[in-house]
T-cell receptor
Framework: GGIITQTPKFLIGQEGQKLTLKCQQN?????MYWYRQDSGKGLRLIYY???????QKGDLSEGYDASREKKSSFSLTVTSAQKNEMAVFLC???????????FGSGTRLLVI | GQQVQQSPASLVLQEGENAELQCNFS?????MQWFYQRPGGSLVSLFY???GTKQSGRLTSTTVIKERRSSLHISSSQTTDSGTYLC??????????FGAGTRLAVCP
């Protein structure tokens, strides 16, 4: 079986800081995603990538950059952390089939 | 407007009781799925169920496309069922649209 790994698990940043979150998968999945989860709300799509070096904006892309330099990895950058921001960022990957969708365990961000 | 609405928002059960979670969606879909998230944990796919009824152990999912609704039935609930259940629509490139979830607590 494969695994999808997110690092770091916890991230504390300062206001205005640039922060990078990483995600690796060994399923050989083509498509990878970054979602943001806020307390009491559903997940919202930030960026996704359908293949190496591809980037597509989701509903919440403002304030973020992403990079897919290899098929197996997808990184997300918070360009300028907002004070008191607190959220969980979830990475996922999938095949073309809707039934094969796997999430990482998340990176918990706190900005002080 | 909100595309995926789940009800109830939260639910408390005594162990052994059954639960019915509802999902209504306002757009046409490519497929719909149910995910489970333990507090502080990652998401696990329970059902990929674009239409009809599927069962896995004590869980049953029923999707009626023309009525734009799906339900998740949990029978004989256990404390380990506690967590958040998310109804999810998927569109092109498997982009997912999530409902806000139903938070379930099962008490011993």
């Amino acid at each position: 079986g494969g695994i999808i790994t997110q690092t770091p698990k916890f991230l504390i940043g300062q206001e205005g800081q640039k922060l990078t979150l990483k995600c690796q998968q060994n399923f050989n999945h083509d498509t990878m995603y970054w979602y943001r989860q806020d307390s009491g709300k559903g997940l919202r799509l930030i960026y996704y990538s359908i293949t190496e070096n591809d980037l597509q904006k989701g509903d919440l892309s403002e304030g973020y950059d992403a990079s897919r330099e290899k098929k197996s990895s997808f990184s997300l950058t918070v360009t300028s952390a907002q004070k008191n921001e607190m959220a969980v960022f979830l990475c996922a990957s999938s095949t073309d089939s809707n039934s094969d969708y796997t999430f990482g365990s998340g990176t918990r961000l706190l900005v002080i | 407007g909100q595309q995926v609405q789940q009800s109830p928002a939260s639910l408390v059960l005594q162990e052994g009781e059954n639960a019915e979670l509802q999902c209504n969606f306002s757009t046409s879909l490519n497929s719909m799925q149910w995910f489970y998230q333990r507090p502080g944990g990652s998401l696990v796919s329970l059902f990929y169920n674009p239409s009809g009824t599927k069962q896995s152990g004590r869980l049953t999912s029923t999707t009626v496309i023309k009525e734009r609704r799906s339900s998740l039935h949990i029978s004989s609930s256990q404390t380990t069922d506690s967590g958040t259940y998310l109804c999810v629509l998927s569109g092109s490139f498997n982009k997912l649209t999530f409902g806000a979830g139903t938070r379930l607590a099962v008490c011993p």
